[in-house]
């Protein structure tokens, strides 16, 4: 069955740009959707399709997706953006419709 | 606005049911999917299943084939999730999702209802 494969963590000093991949075997013929959790609150989706983004998020969000890796790209990042991060994919396989990676905690330093 | 609004938490004893509710407001309701997703204490989010209010039509996730049932109830708009025989792995966080329109990814979400499975 499909598995999203995501590094348990990453770190990034204020101000920089933090990468966040999403493994999976040819990923890029799927649209991946990317959402934040920050403690104690549900999920908040901040993109969609691979590379857009909700009305009211920040445009240093962003993402892109091709052959075996998409990523979570954001920019200028700032202390309000430590959380954990999710890939997920819609994979109508025998097991489930729906995949979401195991998650990546974004701290920032 | 969109809104999902999840009932409160609930303690169960092992081989127990547990009915959790997601009451949506906001748009219109038979156009959106609702799912259920799941968060064990400190780990990742788990899918359960998928119930659409056009028709009726539901699908779980092969993990919870037998012991989870996905309803509704029109005339409140709510969505209900029923799990079974539960154990003491099913303590977690449920969430009710929406998805829908042009992404199909999950753009609103409930508040979560956490459920304590305790003997």
């Known amino acids: 069955s499909f598995v999203l494969t995501q590094p348990p963590s990453v770190s990034v000093a204020p101000g920089q740009t933090a990468r966040i991949s999403c493994g999976g075997d040819n990923i890029g013929s799927k649209s991946v959707h990317w959402y934040q959790q920050k403690p104690g609150q549900a999920p908040v989706l901040v993109v969609y399709g691979d590379t857009d983004r909700p009305s009211g998020l920040p445009e240093r969000f962003s993402g892109s997706n091709s052959e075996n890796t998409a990523t979570l790209i954001i920019t200028r990042v700032e202390d309000g953006d430590e959380a954990d991060y999710y890939c997920q994919v819609w994979d109508v396989s025998a097991d489930q419709d729906v995949l979401f990676g195991g998650g990546t905690k974004l701290t920032v330093l | 606005q969109v809104q999902l609004v999840q009932s409160g938490a609930e303690v169960k004893k092992p081989g127990a049911s547990v009915k959790v509710s997601c009451m949506a407001s906001?748009?219109?309701?038979?156009?959106?999917?609702i799912h259920w997703v799941r968060q064990a204490p400190g780990q990742g989010l788990e899918w359960m299943g998928i119930f659409n209010p056009n028709g009726d039509d539901t699908d779980y996730a092969q993990k919870f084939q037998g012991r989870v049932t996905l309803t509704r109830d029109t005339s409140t708009r709510t969505v209900y999730m029923e799990l079974s025989s539960l154990r003491s792995e099913d303590t977690a966080l449920y969430y009710c999702?929406?998805?829908?329109?042009?992404?199909?990814?999950?753009?609103?979400w409930g508040q979560g209802t956490l459920v304590t499975v305790s003997s």
């Open positions: 906001g748009y219109t309701f038979i156009s959106y999917y």
């Open positions: 999702a929406r998805s829908g329109g042009n992404s199909n990814a999950f753009d609103y």
